[in-house]
Structure formats: C-alpha cells, structure tokens
C-alpha cells in the first residue's frame, strides 16, 4: 500500500478529527457553508490608492490573524457590502 504524505495543514486537521474536534455537517448547516464559501469567491480585481500608513497598520493586523493582507481587506470589504 503506498504511503500518503500529508502537508502540515493537513496534519493539523487529522489530529483534530481524531481527537473528535470535528462533527459532520449535513442539510441547512451544509447548504449555509458553501452558501458563505461561494459569497466569498473573488471574481473581480479593485484597484484603489490608500495611504501607506494604513497599509502599513492593515498588514500588521491581518499579519498578527496569520493571514495575507489583501484576504483581510478581502473580508473586510464583503463583512461591510454584507452589512449594507
């Protein structure tokens, strides 16, 4: 049987689904993640001039959450047109 190499990624989720972190989901729940995976698809490009500042203080934030700057400004952008 071959063996298969798993990425760090995907290390981390087998341990939490052996400790019994994970449950299944299924129906409504089912439906409302890939309802919320779809919204935030990118399918178009913005460009915009902001202060170097601020970006400067955005990567610091989105850095200290682990994750790439334009993703946080990502999220943010669709938390606000959600809330609008």
Do not use: C, W
Request: charged residues 35%; proline residues 2%.
């Amino acid at each position: 049987m071959k063996k298969i190499r798993l990425n760090a990624e995907e290390k981390r989720i087998m341990a939490a689904i052996e400790r019994d972190e994970f449950m299944p989901v299924t129906g409504r729940e089912l439906r409302e993640v890939a309802d919320s995976i779809a919204a935030r698809k990118k399918d178009r490009t913005l460009t915009i001039r902001v202060n170097s500042n601020d970006i400067s203080r955005i990567k610091r934030l989105a850095g200290s959450k682990g994750i790439p700057y334009q993703s946080y400004l990502s999220e943010i952008i669709h938390r606000v047109a959600v809330a609008a």
